[in-house]
């Protein structure tokens, strides 16, 4: 008994305190819970129910006397004191019954425990030894106890059919349950084999389409197919491979990843004066039964547009010199002061074809839109062929943080076919102006140059560096050849060209000489020494206005020429001076030449004065680009009526 009672728990009765007031406000809180409550306490009723207390005591057997030396509280405090040494004598009592109850259990348990070893060690020894008492195995030793079957009960041979019956039935029972587990099996085998046919029919759709299929690199042992860029920056490069789920039904559920928010794609919209003109159109969402091979498809499109639009938001902030800035969640691009670019990201099914068209020519939205991916791809070739170059410092010319230039070569390509389509304008309006003036041989072409690979000399082999090249030359060639003839004797030719980098810009460069053939001992262009060119002209206005000039001397020196030999006056001749360019001889007649651009027409005007003995006699003749009809005089003509004597 010593060992139990060190168990760690006791039976001891709950602690009670001091029922007595601990102070007024408790005494008075109890008094409210009388009936009348503390206001109707009377000393007469206190008195009187002290009595009955007494009274009632009296009634119940006890006596008070005088003798047994004690008052009523000292009574009640010895009532008290008996009545919790009763409890705590009954609490141990009960303490005590209980911990023998426990420990007669666990005696008859080992009791148990000892018999049924003894019992098993006749035939297991090993087994048997591990659980008997050692006291028990030391007195009796093992196997000394045992049991046999004395006799057999009484069988007879309907106990022994219905025994065979039972055996059967169960047996068959068992067969058939295996049966049915087999088949469901077979049935489970044969729809998995179904699913997994259909699973890998689709994944080697997606193979044989040419997607790269691999196991994905944070779980081997999930199949996926990779559908991004490997010059694509690190986040989309990274993204660009997708598991392929296979559902109950053994279709293939396309874990996108960041791609699977939805089929994005990049859009251009074309403004002018605040109204949509035009507008590239998008495809119609996918559906979401379509074959993989296109989901494949659609996911790679969508995070290359993804990567497209990052690029176009970080080329973005280095071109506000060019009227590129940020409006909501859009990338405006301000052509001029009527027309903008607006390059978004929208996603597939919640946009608005109101105003997609396919309209034609090298300035639409859907040509942007085309070359904007094509720039992207283009970029992505030029990363390779840098990685993959051995010289060293190639793969370190270009650092990995820097921004493509994809923006720049749209608006530089943009702004040359706009500054082209002037400078093609304006030499269309100096052709038909010369041309209603009489002069027939006025004309001008425009060719591209001429293509160095289309010479006689040996050209290298095809390799993917002359291939980058070749593309690059056929994406930044932006340049044109104008061919410009005034008169039979006169020709100029005028070469523009469009420069992304280092700034934006279209120059047009003047030579009197054909810049892409050989010009050894060529004749010699009496402009060079009158009215030579500058070496290059930025803007279509001050090209223009050289060619204007160059023509304005051109002009006067032919009608010159030919009004001396017609009217054999070798004192006819052109002139330059502080006034301007014209005409004159040795009769005091003049003709002032002039070609000008006024409000986008250009106007020929040819002002003559005379002299006679009563006054002075003026007049002015004008051809212009917008008139439609031929007047009846050419300028041949007037010069030489002019410089002939007559009116």
């Not at 760690?8 to 005494?27: I, S």
């Not at 067969?175 to 469901?184: E, F, G, H, P, R």
């Not at 689709?202 to 559908?227: I, K, M, N, Y």
């Not at 005034?486 to 009197?512: D, H, K, N, V």
Request: negative net charge.
């Amino acid at each position: 008994m010593a060992a139990h009672n060190q168990i760690p728990f006791a039976l001891r009765p709950w602690p009670t305190g001091d029922k007595k007031p601990q102070n007024l406000a408790e005494f008075f809180s109890r008094m409210n819970t009388q009936p009348g409550g503390f206001r109707d306490l009377r000393e007469d009723d206190l008195r009187r129910e002290m009595q009955a207390k007494q009274q009632g005591q009296l009634n119940n057997g006890g006596t008070s006397s005088s003798d047994e030396g004690g008052d009523e509280d000292e009574d009640e405090d010895e009532d008290g004191a008996e009545g919790e040494a009763a409890k705590g004598k009954t609490a141990a009592v009960a303490r005590e019954e209980f911990l023998r109850n426990i420990n007669g259990a666990s005696t008859l348990a080992m009791y148990a425990v000892d018999t049924v070893s003894l019992l098993l060690s006749k035939e297991s020894p090993v087994q048997a030894s591990t659980t008997i008492s050692p006291g028990l195995r030391d007195a009796v030793g093992i196997g000394t106890l045992g049991a046999s079957k004395l006799k057999d009960p009484p069988t007879t041979p309907a106990q022994i059919q219905n025994d065979l019956s039972v055996a059967t039935g169960w047996r068959v029972m068992g067969i058939n349950n295996m049966v049915d587990s087999v088949l469901a099996a077979a049935e489970r085998l044969e729809k998995e084999i179904e699913f997994e046919t259909k699973y890998w029919a689709d994944v080697l759709a997606v193979s044989d389409d040419g997607w790269t299929v691999c196991a994905l690199p944070q779980e081997q042992h999930t199949l996926g197919v990779r559908f991004g860029f490997a010059e694509s920056a690190p986040d989309f490069r990274n993204n660009s491979i997708a598991p392929l789920i296979r559902n109950d039904d053994g279709t293939i559920r396309l874990g996108v990843g960041k791609a699977g928010g939805g089929s994005q794609r990049v859009r251009v919209t074309v403004k002018r004066n605040s109204n949509i003109t035009d507008q590239s159109p998008l495809p119609e969402r996918l559906p979401d039964d379509a074959p993989l091979k296109d989901r494949v498809r659609e996911a790679r499109n969508t995070i290359f547009h993804q990567e497209l639009w990052y690029e176009l938001n970080r080329e973005a902030r280095v071109l506000l010199a060019y009227d590129v800035y940020y409006k909501d969640s859009a990338i405006v691009w301000k052509q001029n002061k009527d027309t903008e670019f607006i390059f978004t990201l929208e996603d597939l099914g919640d946009q608005d074809d109101a105003n997609a068209n396919y309209a034609e020519g090298v300035c639409c939205s859907t040509a942007a839109y085309s070359l904007l991916q094509f720039l992207l791809f283009q970029s992505h070739r030029q990363s390779y062929q840098k990685r993959t170059s051995p010289s060293l410092a190639i793969r370190q010319a270009d650092p990995n943080n820097s921004t493509y230039n994809i923006l720049r070569i749209l608006i530089a390509r943009f702004e040359y076919f706009r500054n082209s389509a002037d400078f093609d304008g304006h030499l269309d309006n100096i052709v038909y102006t010369l041309r209603q003036a009489g002069i027939s041989t006025a004309s001008y072409n425009v060719v591209p140059p001429p293509n160095p690979s289309a010479s006689g000399a040996v050209q290298p082999r095809h390799t993917p560096n002359t291939e980058l090249l070749w593309v690059q030359q056929l994406v930044a060639n932006m340049q044109a050849l104008y061919t410009i003839t005034i008169t039979s004797e006169t020709r100029l030719w005028c070469r523009s060209r469009g420069i992304p980098q280092p700034f934006i810009g279209t120059y047009f460069f003047a030579t009197l000489k054909h810049p892409f053939t050989d010009n050894k001992d060529p004749p010699q262009n009496w402009l060079e020494t009158v009215y030579p060119p500058a070496e290059y002209y930025t803007t279509v206005q001050e090209a223009v206005y050289y060619l204007c000039q160059a023509a304005t001397r051109v002009l006067s020196r032919h009608l010159a020429r030919i009004a001396a030999e017609k009217l054999a006056d070798d004192s006819i001749q052109s002139l330059e001076t502080i006034s301007g360019i014209g005409i004159k001889n040795n009769k005091g007649r003049n003709a002032g030449i002039d070609i000008e651009v006024v409000s986008d027409r250009v106007v020929l005007t040819l002002k003559a004065s005379w002299r006679d003995e009563r006054a002075s006699h003026p007049r002015t003749w004008t051809w212009a680009s917008d008139s439609q009809g031929v007047e009846g005089q050419s300028i041949e003509d007037v010069v030489l009526n002019l410089m002939g004597g007559g009116p």
